[in-house]
Antibody
């Protein structure tokens, strides 16, 4: 069974940094594209970033303006999101998501999410 | 990366069918058949209901169906049930390993 367990969320002040982690199990982690998706309170889902299986392709939502960095450690079966210069509008549930794999493009498996709150 | 457009809310009576749309552009929905639909209860993990426009994952009721015409995708829920109340989001692959979500539709069973 695929499991994606996010951690690292919490309360931070504007301008501070936070690093989210996602521990993966139940599938061959190094074979899959992985993503972060977030949902701010009262807002819709927003794709944040994605990383290819070997980290050679990385993309971000335009709105992030270079403040976030996605990475992965295939040996540790883990996905990360380094978030710098956090703003109140970054307050959201952050979900770790596994792509379908193969030739398709589907956000297939989701973690339960971790809550990031940016507030003074 | 503009969000796909969905109606804010749709309602129906138990047993009815409802259909709502997801309008994108020639850069996402219009060019890729990688449109998915997710059922979401806030604070929980979104549940994949439809993928690749029309396909249902194992375990999803056949009351849910998807379609696409041009740059507009649609989700139909037949035989509406109280348990179908939730927020629904469409999502399209947008090229270069990126995705774009819809604005979300709140489904209410009245």
């Amino acid at each position: 069974e695929v499991q994606l367990v996010e951690s690292g969320g919490g309360l931070v002040q504007p301008g501070e940094s936070l690093k989210l982690s996602c521990a993966a199990s139940g599938f061959t982690f190094h074979d899959y594209v992985m993503h972060w998706v977030r949902q701010a309170p009262g807002k819709g889902l927003e794709w944040v970033s994605g990383i290819s299986s070997n980290s050679d392709t990385i993309n971000y939502a335009d709105s992030l303006k270079g403040r976030f960095t996605i990475s992965r450690d295939n040996a540790k079966k883990s996905l990360y999101l380094q978030m710098n210069n956090l703003r109140p509008e970054d307050t959201a549930f952050y979900y770790c998501v596994k792509d379908i794999g193969g030739v398709g493009w589907v956000l297939w498996n989701w973690g339960q999410g971790t809550l990031v709150t940016v507030s003074s | 990366q503009s969000a796909l457009t969905q109606p804010a809310s749709v309602s129906g009576s138990p047993g009815q069918s409802i259909t709502f749309s997801c309008t994108g552009t020639s850069s996402d929905v219009g060019i890729y058949n990688f449109v998915s639909w997710y059922q979401h209860h806030p604070g929980k993990a979104p549940k994949l209901m439809i993928y690749e426009v029309t396909k249902r994952p194992s375990g999803v009721s056949n009351r849910f169906s998807g379609s696409k015409s041009g740059s507009t995708a649609s989700l139909t829920i037949s035989g509406l049930q109280a348990e179908d109340e939730a927020d629904y989001y469409c999502c399209s692959y947008a090229g270069h390993s990126t995705y774009v979500f819809g604005t979300g539709t709140e489904v209410t069973v009245v």
